[in-house]
């Protein structure tokens, strides 16, 4: 069975501050990673993947197969940063499983 | 333009009524996904398809029933609604190679059964 696990709900940083969101996941084969996003009022849309391992908006994550994790980074958190975030992972070909998300909120 | 479409947006609806709701693509997808979302909550995944004529079961169990008999159309489909089924319904598609493909989602269709 796969899993993912995101263990913070809500993650509040300050405008400029350094963002981590956790992610970590279960499975037994090559895990595909990736990281989506949902502004308000949208539809949910990729970020970033980790087969890419590129930087978008700013924001990285790298797999760690050993402590199977995907943490989403971002050194300088901004103001349109807000939004939730969910790590996925696609397992066995097919599936698509979801975290259970986390709320970024970023205060002035 | 290719885009992914969930229609009716938002539905309102009374207990034992049948609803299908209705998910189209126009980007020659071959995988398709229903997920279904509480405000706030995770994605839970409720059926998927790897093609025309194959469709599976997610990860949630669900008494919606879901069928691909064309590429582009994956409508899912409750034979008799109840209270318990009010939520948002997701739909999305992907390519089935190469790995990393990106799922594209639709807007979703906010069900409320009374």
Known sequence: AQRVTQPEKLLSVFKGAPVELKCNYSYSGSPELFWYVQYSRQRLQLLLRHISRES???????????????????????EEDSAMYYCALGGGGNKLTFGTGTQLKVEL | EADIYQTPRYLVIGTGKKITLECSQTMGHDKMYWYQQDPGMELHLIHYSYGVNSTEKGDLSSESTVSRIRTEH?????????????????CASSEARPLGTEAFFGQGTRLTVV
């Open chain 1, 56 to 78: 978008i908006k700013g924001f990285t994550a790298d797999l760690n197969k050993g402590e199977t994790s995907f943490h989403l980074k971002k050194p300088f958190a901004q």
């Open chain 2, 74 to 90: 994956f409508p899912l489909t409750l034979e008799s609604a109840r209270p318990s089924h009010t939520s948002q319904y997701l």
